[in-house]
C-alpha cells in the first residue's frame, strides 16, 4: 500500500526540517554614537528563506538588540526584554540600570541553554544600550550560553563577522577616517560596503544591492535615542562621492 509521506518541506535527509538561521549583525562607534547594521538574509542549509529579516530590534528608546542565530528564538527573547523593561519603567517610574539590562539578556540565553547544548535555538546576539553614567553608548556581546563582555569599539556576531571584524580591525588601526571619528554618513556608507564584501565570502550574507532595492538594517544610538535609517537615506549615502 502506497502512503503519501508529508514531510517538511526544508530537511536535512532526516526527519528534522533544517532551522532557519539569520546572520552576520555587528554594531561600531562613531562620532555621534553607535551604528548597529546587519543584513536581511535568512537561511536554511543552502536554501535562501528571506532577504527581509529585520535583525537589529529596538527594545526601548535606548537599548537596541541585534539578532545572530535561530529567529524564532531571538524574536522571543526580544520581546521578553520589551515587555520586561516597559514593566519596570512604569511600575518603578524609572528605567532599569544599565547593569540589569546587560544581565536580563545573559538570563534568557542562559534559560536557553538546553535547546543551545542540542543545538537547537541557538542565538548570539549583541545588545547597544546607553549608559546614563558615562552618558554615552555601550556595546556589549555574549556568547550562546549567557556570558557576556562589554565591545571597547565594536562588536560582530554571525557567519558574516569573520570578514568584517577583520576590516573593522583594520579600519581603526590604519585607516582614515577611524570609525570612532566617522560622520553619520561615512558611517553608514561604510557599514554598508562591510555587508557588500562579507556577502562575497559568505552565501549567509544577503549584502546590498541598491539595483535590486536590497539594503540593510541600520539604527544608531545616540544622545537623540534611537533612530531608523530608511532605504532611501543609505541609498543616498552609498552613492554619495562626497563621502567616498
Known amino acids: 500500500e502506497n502512503k503519501l509521506s508529508l514531510r517538511p518541506s526544508l530537511t536535512n535527509g532526516t526527519s528534522s526540517p533544517v532551522q532557519t538561521q539569520a ?19 535568512a537561511t536554511a542549509g543552502n536554501i535562501i528563506v528571506t532577504d527581509k529579516v529585520e535583525k ?3 527594545i526601548d528608546s ?27 519603567r512604569r511600575s518603578q517610574l ?24 542540542q543545538g537547537i535555538g541557538v542565538v548570539v546576539p549583541l545588545f547597544i544600550t546607553w549608559d ?35 576590516i573593522l580591525s583594520y579600519q581603526e588601526k590604519y585607516g582614515s ?12 556608507q561604510f557599514a554598508l560596503r562591510l555587508l557588500m564584501v562579507a556577502s562575497e565570502f559568505d552565501s549567509a550574507t544577503g549584502g546590498v544591492n541598491p539595483e535590486t532595492h536590497l539594503f540593510a538594517t541600520i539604527k544608531t544610538l545616540t544622545k537623540r535615542g534611537v533612530e531608523t535609517m530608511s532605504d532611501e537615506q543609505q541609498r543616498q549615502f552609498l552613492q554619495s562621492k562626497e563621502v567616498a
Open 177 to 188: 577616517p577611524v570609525p570612532s571619528k566617522m560622520s553619520l554618513a561615512e558611517a553608514t
Open 23 to 41: 546572520t552576520t549583525v555587528f554594531a561600531f562607534h562613531y562620532a555621534d554614537g553607535v551604528l548597529v547594521a546587519g543584513d536581511r538574509r
Open 56 to 58: 537589529v530590534i529596538e
Open 132 to 166: 546614563h553614567a558615562s552618558n554615552l553608548p555601550q556595546i556589549f556581546f555574549y556568547d550562546p550560553l549567557g556570558a557576556q563582555f562589554q565591545a571597547v569599539g565594536n562588536a560582530t556576531s554571525g557567519s558574516g563577522s569573520p570578514t568584517i571584524r577583520s
Open 62 to 88: 535606548t537599548s537596541l538588540l541585534a539578532i545572530a542565530g535561530v529567529p524564532a528564538t531571538a524574536f522571543e527573547m526580544a520581546r521578553v526584554l520589551q515587555t520586561s523593561f516597559e514593566y519596570y
Open 94 to 117: 524609572q528605567n532599569l540600570s544599565l547593569p540589569a539590562k546587560v544581565r536580563s539578556l545573559a538570563r534568557l540565553l542562559r534559560e536557553n541553554l538546553p535547546m543551545t547544548m
